[in-house]
């Protein structure tokens, strides 16, 4: 069966140090891959996606992802946190027939 | 700025009355969705349309309805208000189906239903 699973619920980082997500993924082709961030109160926003071509993915806010296909990963980083990336973090696989499947999100706490 | 909004933002209604939520795009995206969004489960699909007067239902679907008259409006209508679907709920568009190429998602509508 198709699913997405983030390990982790909530996550600490201090401001400044380095950041990373964990996604895993089931499905049997090769998927469509994103990561959207959730602020309070807000909708989700598209941070970056994969299709295909180079693994090492960039987006916005000085996020990059990484597609793992023997590991099917796509973990989330960013080399230094700041207060501002405090969200809930979604990785989404695009499954296909209108289907996008989300993981249950990663809060991640930013401390100072 | 994001070229999607939702009315309302907020709604409170009682178990059994019929609730419409809107959903405006100026993006002229051929494809839009409702989700909701609920603690510990993501996002789950309700409805999605894939043009004027083209929609179907994705995975929760019992219980809503949804219409798509113009391009840019996309209507999910509670027939029957449950506590169940107390939640937020989420519309979003999206240049290509499957939304491969990523969705853009409005800032939500949060409904209690007491």
């Known amino acids: 069966a198709q699913s997405v699973t983030q390990p982790d619920i909530h996550i600490t980082v201090s401001e400044g140090a380095s950041l990373e997500l964990r996604c895993n993924y089931s499905y049997g082709a090769t998927p469509y891959l994103f990561w959207y961030v959730q602020s309070p109160g807000q909708g989700l926003q598209l941070l970056l996606k994969y299709f295909s071509g180079d693994t090492l993915v960039q987006g916005i806010k000085g996020f990059e992802a990484e597609f793992k296909r023997s590991q099917s990963s796509f973990n989330l980083r960013k080399p230094s946190v700041h207060w501002s990336d405090a969200a809930e973090y979604f990785c989404a696989v695009g499954a296909g027939g209108f289907k996008t499947i989300f993981g249950a999100g990663t809060r991640l706490f930013v401390k100072a | ?114």
């Open chain 2, 1 to 114: 700025d994001a070229g999607i909004t939702q009315s309302p933002r907020h709604k409170v209604t009682e178990t059994g009355t019929p609730v419409t939520l809107r959903c405006h795009q100026t993006e002229n995206h051929r494809y839009m969705y409702w989700y909701r969004q609920d603690p510990g489960h993501g996002l789950r699909l309700i409805h999605y349309s894939y043009g004027v007067k083209d929609t179907d239902k994705g995975e929760v679907s019992d219980g809503y309805s949804v219409s798509r008259s113009k391009t840019e409006d996309f209507l999910l209508t509670l027939e029957s208000a449950t506590s169940s679907q107390t939640s937020v709920y989420f519309c979003a568009i999206s240049e290509g189906r499957d939304g491969n190429y990523g969705y853009t998602f409005g800032s939500g509508t949060r409904l209690t239903v007491v």
